[in-house]
Nanobody, 125 residues
Framework: QVQLVESGGGLVQPGGSLRLSCAASGLALRDYAVGWFRQAPGKDREFVGVSRRSANTYYYAESVKGRFSISRDNTRNTVYLQMTGLNPEDTALYYC??????????????????WGQGTPVTVSS
């Protein structure tokens, strides 16, 4: 049974940083693209970024480019989302997802087969 588990969310002040983790069991993340999505209260879920299976290939939403970065630790079967320069607009439930999306679909939720349950991030003073 495949399971993705996010962790690392919490309350942080504006300008602060957090690192989210996405740990997998039942599949090897190194064989899949891993995307991060988020859903703010009252809004649709949106794409944040993705680490494609190809080495060192990453794409990010314009809203987080330069502030967020994704990394992998294949020995731990875990993917991370490092978030810096957080602002209240980053408040959301953050999800990781794994799949094999084609390049044109990397921002599309339906292109990812497995999803975690989400971890909440609140940016507030």
């Amino acid at each position: 049974q495949v399971q993705l588990v996010e962790s690392g969310g919490g309350l942080v002040q504006p300008g602060g940083s957090l690192r989210l983790s996405c740990a997998a069991s039942g599949l090897a993340l190194r064989d899949y693209a891993v995307g991060w999505f988020r859903q703010a209260p009252g809004k649709d879920r949106e794409f944040v970024g993705v680490s494609r299976r190809s080495a060192n290939t990453y794409y990010y939403a314009e809203s987080v480019k330069g502030r967020f970065s994704i990394s992998r630790d294949n020995t731990r079967n875990t993917v991370y989302l490092q978030m810096t320069g957080l602002n209240p607009e980053d408040t959301a439930l953050y999800y990781c997802a794994a799949g094999q999306p084609i390049l044109s679909a990397i921002r599309t939720e339906s292109a990812y087969r497995w999803w975690g349950q989400g971890t909440p991030v609140t940016v507030s003073s």
